[in-house]
Structure formats: C-alpha cells, structure tokens
C-alpha cells in the first residue's frame, strides 16, 4: 500500500470472514480491509499479506462498530466488492470522494434490495422526474453505479434502483452547514406537490417549462439557505403580479407558508414575483395541454 513504511505491518484487531477483517497500522485508526482470504485462518495479533489487500476504509467515529462488524461478517464477498467498485467508479466520473460512509449505507441498501428480489417481492416504482433535472450530473453517475452493480453481480436490478442510488450519492454531498443535497431535493419536491395539488393538476415532467419550474425552485431554495434571497426596491411588477395572477398568488403563498414553517424565512416581494410567474407559466401550460385532449 503506497505511502507506508515496510517496517509497519498491517495488524489484525479482529477477524469478520475469511474476506473482511479489521485491522491498523501500528497505533493508528483501525480500518475495514478486505481482499479475497485475506482473513483466512488469521487471529487478532496476526500480521496481514499487504498484497492481499484490495479495498480499506477508515470507519467515521460517529458509525456504531459493533453493528458494523455484524453487518460486515455476514456480508457475501461478492456484494461488497461489487458495491466498492461502483463507489470508486462513481467518485472517478464525478471527480470526487463521496466519503467514508457512503460504501456501508449502500451496501446495506444493495443487500437488502438483494434480498427483497431473492424473496420475490417487488415494490411499487419510485419516480422523481425532479431529480435529474436538478442534479445531473449525480443521476447520470447512478446510473453507471446501477450498471456496474448488475455487471458484477449477475442480476438486474428493478428499473428504478437508480433513483435511490442517486439519493444515496446525493446525501453522500454535503452543500453546506446543515445542508444536504438530500434535503434540498426534498423540499423541492414539496414545493413541486404543493403547486400541483393547488392548480389541480400533473405538470408535464418531460416539457422545458417544468425543467425551468424545477430548476427555480432549487436555486429558490438554495438562496434561501444562503440568506441571499433577490430584493428590488420597485414593487410595481410584484403588484401588477399579484393583482393579474391572483390564482397563482394564492398558490404562491402557500409555498410561502411552507418556506416559513420550514427556515422561519419570510419571503421578499421579488422572490414572490418571480414565483408567481413561473407557477403562472406552468400552469398556462398545464391549461393549454389540458384543451388540446379534450379537442
């Protein structure tokens, strides 16, 4: 392993199967290594082959280790070296570490989905039409992510498994203090189901307008997080706004109400005007789609 002396071996602290063990260098952190028997017949004390080695990770100090080490012992050596390999491929495209984590929560999401498929249950799609216009970047890695998975491990996974792959890479990102990615998808999905229960109807998830609306509303929310919200001095379009609009005012303020009820922020007259004018133009559209079914 690059970087340490061979006067330092790498020694085991405890033995999970015969591919993972726990081990550390000296008196530094213990780590999570695996290689194919690389665990074989070895005892707490014994000094691993560095050459058998294939992936390490240094656990986060907050991660409960016993569970781990249970989770871990139990694991088939073919799932955690697909899910590894996913992980690093993905952190190549996207050009950056996505974290210590982030292998242990989705080798415990593949085991279980693994399991589900074992058993033969099968649950309803998850669609998130939002999440690729919002992020990508991170959707397109899911999807090499759900194509290495099934590559590696001989199975094909349900059509919608890169949804949640996407979700984990995303709360794997953090976009500030206090902040995840994860989060700011989720509120934006709420805005989303709040503007359509209120109009009444399913925006067109494959138009441009609702790419546009999508994209609004993150970095709507994104200025909010940042205490950067638009402010004009001049009120006159916001006042011809609400006065000509007042449907899509009044759908407006119930984003408002839920924007306050989150952050405790009261929106400025020019993040409503800019509002009101997106949910007016989709809802034209909304309106427009809807008479050309009926002709």
């Known amino acids: 392993m690059p970087g340490r002396s061979a006067a330092m071996p790498l020694v085991v602290s405890k033995v999970f199967n015969n591919n993972v063990v726990l081990a550390s ?3 530094g952190p213990e780590r999570v290594v695996m290689g194919r028997g690389i665990g074989f017949q070895k005892q707490p004390g014994n000094v691993l082959d560095i ?16 569970q781990i080490e249970s989770f871990l012992a139990k694991l088939p050596y073919e799932t955690v070296v697909a899910v590894t390999q996913a992980v690093s491929d993905v952190e190549a495209q996207l050009g950056r570490s996505l974290g210590k984590s982030l292998p242990v929560a989705l ?39 759900q194509e290495v998975l099934e590559r590696s491990l001989g199975v094909e996974l349900p059509a919608d498994e890169s949804v ?22 989720r509120r934006v999905q709420h805005v989303i189901s709040i503007v359509q229960t209120f ?21 709507f929310m994104q200025r909010l997080a940042s205490h950067s919200q638009l402010e004009k001095a001049d009120s006159s379009f916001f006042d011809f706004a609400r006065t000509n609009y007042p449907r899509s005012y009044q759908c407006a303020k119930q984003v408002e109400a839920y924007v306050q009820a989150e952050s405790g922020i009261l929106l400025t007259n020019e993040e409503m005007l800019y509002l009101i004018v997106h ?9 427009e789609r809807e008479g050309k079914k009926k002709e």
């Open 25 to 27: 260098f000296g008196e």
């Open 51 to 66: 050459a058998l080695v294939e992936k390490t990770y240094v656990l986060d100090s907050g991660i409960d280790q016993s």
């Open 107 to 145: 080798l415990d999401h593949v085991s279980f989905v693994l399991e589900r498929m074992g058993n033969g249950v099968v649950l309803p799609r998850v669609v998130m039409p939002e999440l690729s216009v919002m992020y990508p970047d991170e959707f397109a890695a899911a999807k090499v992510m």
């Open 164 to 185: 949640y792959l996407a979700m984990h890479i995303l709360n794997a990102t953090r976009d500030g203090q206090d902040q995840t990615a994860g989060l700011l998808f």
């Open 199 to 219: 109009l009444g109807v399913h925006l067109d998830e494959n138009s441009l307008d609702y790419a546009r609306f999508v994209l609004h509303v993150k970095f």
């Open 279 to 287: 949910i007016e133009r989709v809802a034209s559209v909304s309106a």
